[in-house]
Nanobody, 117 residues
Protein backbone atom coordinates (compact mmCIF):
# COMPACT_ATOMS: atom_id res chain seq x y z
CA UNK A 1 0.00 0.00 0.00
CA UNK A 2 1.15 3.51 -0.78
CA UNK A 3 0.16 6.68 1.01
CA UNK A 4 0.29 10.07 -0.69
CA UNK A 5 0.09 13.31 1.25
CA UNK A 6 -0.17 16.64 -0.56
CA UNK A 7 0.76 20.00 0.89
CA UNK A 8 1.46 23.53 -0.24
CA UNK A 9 -1.96 24.60 -1.42
CA UNK A 10 -3.48 27.93 -0.54
CA UNK A 11 -4.42 31.32 -1.88
CA UNK A 12 -2.16 32.92 -4.48
CA UNK A 13 -2.52 35.96 -6.67
CA UNK A 14 -2.59 35.59 -10.42
CA UNK A 15 0.93 35.92 -11.74
CA UNK A 16 2.47 34.74 -8.49
CA UNK A 17 3.88 31.30 -7.72
CA UNK A 18 3.07 28.30 -5.58
CA UNK A 19 4.70 24.92 -5.07
CA UNK A 20 2.73 21.81 -4.25
CA UNK A 21 4.40 18.79 -2.68
CA UNK A 22 3.35 15.17 -2.58
CA UNK A 23 5.15 12.91 -0.11
CA UNK A 24 4.91 9.18 -0.77
CA UNK A 25 5.31 6.45 1.82
CA UNK A 26 4.71 2.73 2.07
CA UNK A 27 5.41 0.13 -0.63
CA UNK A 28 6.62 2.49 -3.34
CA UNK A 29 8.94 0.06 -5.15
CA UNK A 30 6.28 -0.63 -7.78
CA UNK A 31 5.61 3.02 -8.43
CA UNK A 32 6.91 4.06 -11.83
CA UNK A 33 4.67 7.00 -12.56
CA UNK A 34 3.31 9.90 -10.58
CA UNK A 35 1.10 12.77 -11.52
CA UNK A 36 -1.03 15.71 -10.55
CA UNK A 37 -4.70 16.09 -11.30
CA UNK A 38 -7.13 18.85 -10.47
CA UNK A 39 -10.85 19.19 -10.03
CA UNK A 40 -12.72 22.46 -10.08
CA UNK A 41 -16.25 22.74 -8.63
CA UNK A 42 -18.80 21.15 -10.91
CA UNK A 43 -16.15 19.79 -13.27
CA UNK A 44 -14.50 16.43 -13.81
CA UNK A 45 -11.06 15.62 -12.50
CA UNK A 46 -8.44 16.32 -15.17
CA UNK A 47 -4.79 15.44 -15.36
CA UNK A 48 -2.34 18.31 -15.15
CA UNK A 49 1.14 16.81 -15.27
CA UNK A 50 2.84 13.42 -15.15
CA UNK A 51 6.36 12.23 -14.51
CA UNK A 52 7.94 8.81 -14.98
CA UNK A 53 10.88 7.28 -13.15
CA UNK A 54 13.06 7.85 -16.20
CA UNK A 55 12.34 11.56 -16.13
CA UNK A 56 9.75 11.77 -18.88
CA UNK A 57 7.23 14.52 -18.23
CA UNK A 58 4.09 15.70 -19.93
CA UNK A 59 1.65 18.50 -19.27
CA UNK A 60 -1.86 19.62 -19.94
CA UNK A 61 -1.61 22.06 -22.81
CA UNK A 62 -3.00 24.97 -20.82
CA UNK A 63 -0.27 24.74 -18.15
CA UNK A 64 2.73 24.15 -20.41
CA UNK A 65 5.40 26.75 -19.81
CA UNK A 66 3.87 27.73 -16.45
CA UNK A 67 3.85 24.54 -14.36
CA UNK A 68 6.75 22.19 -13.77
CA UNK A 69 6.57 18.70 -12.30
CA UNK A 70 9.66 17.28 -10.65
CA UNK A 71 10.63 14.60 -8.19
CA UNK A 72 13.14 14.10 -5.42
CA UNK A 73 13.68 10.35 -5.14
CA UNK A 74 15.64 10.61 -1.91
CA UNK A 75 12.74 12.43 -0.27
CA UNK A 76 10.13 10.30 -2.09
CA UNK A 77 8.41 13.53 -3.02
CA UNK A 78 6.93 14.91 -6.20
CA UNK A 79 6.47 18.63 -6.71
CA UNK A 80 4.33 20.84 -8.89
CA UNK A 81 5.79 24.29 -9.32
CA UNK A 82 3.02 26.63 -10.40
CA UNK A 83 4.29 29.87 -11.93
CA UNK A 84 2.05 32.61 -13.27
CA UNK A 85 -1.12 30.84 -12.16
CA UNK A 86 -4.43 32.07 -13.51
CA UNK A 87 -7.87 32.18 -11.85
CA UNK A 88 -8.90 29.26 -14.05
CA UNK A 89 -6.25 27.14 -12.32
CA UNK A 90 -8.33 27.27 -9.14
CA UNK A 91 -9.16 23.72 -8.10
CA UNK A 92 -8.44 20.95 -5.65
CA UNK A 93 -5.15 19.40 -6.73
CA UNK A 94 -4.60 15.68 -6.25
CA UNK A 95 -1.42 13.66 -6.34
CA UNK A 96 -1.56 10.20 -7.87
CA UNK A 97 0.79 7.27 -8.38
CA UNK A 98 0.84 3.95 -10.15
CA UNK A 99 2.90 1.29 -11.82
CA UNK A 100 2.05 2.61 -15.27
CA UNK A 101 1.21 6.06 -16.51
CA UNK A 102 -2.53 6.71 -16.45
CA UNK A 103 -3.09 3.41 -14.63
CA UNK A 104 -3.29 5.15 -11.29
CA UNK A 105 -3.60 3.08 -8.17
CA UNK A 106 -3.21 5.58 -5.37
CA UNK A 107 -4.53 9.05 -4.69
CA UNK A 108 -3.84 11.71 -2.11
CA UNK A 109 -6.53 13.57 -0.24
CA UNK A 110 -6.15 16.74 -2.30
CA UNK A 111 -5.06 20.28 -1.57
CA UNK A 112 -7.02 23.41 -2.44
CA UNK A 113 -5.43 26.01 -4.71
CA UNK A 114 -7.24 29.30 -5.14
CA UNK A 115 -5.92 31.89 -7.59
CA UNK A 116 -7.24 35.39 -7.13
CA UNK A 117 -7.39 37.90 -9.97
Amino acid sequence: QVQLVESGGGLVQAGGSLRLSCAASGSIFNINAMGWYRQAPGKQRDWVAVILNGGYTNYLESVKGRFTISRDNAKKTVYLQMNSPKPEDTAVYYCTAGNRIFSWEYWGQGTQVTVSS
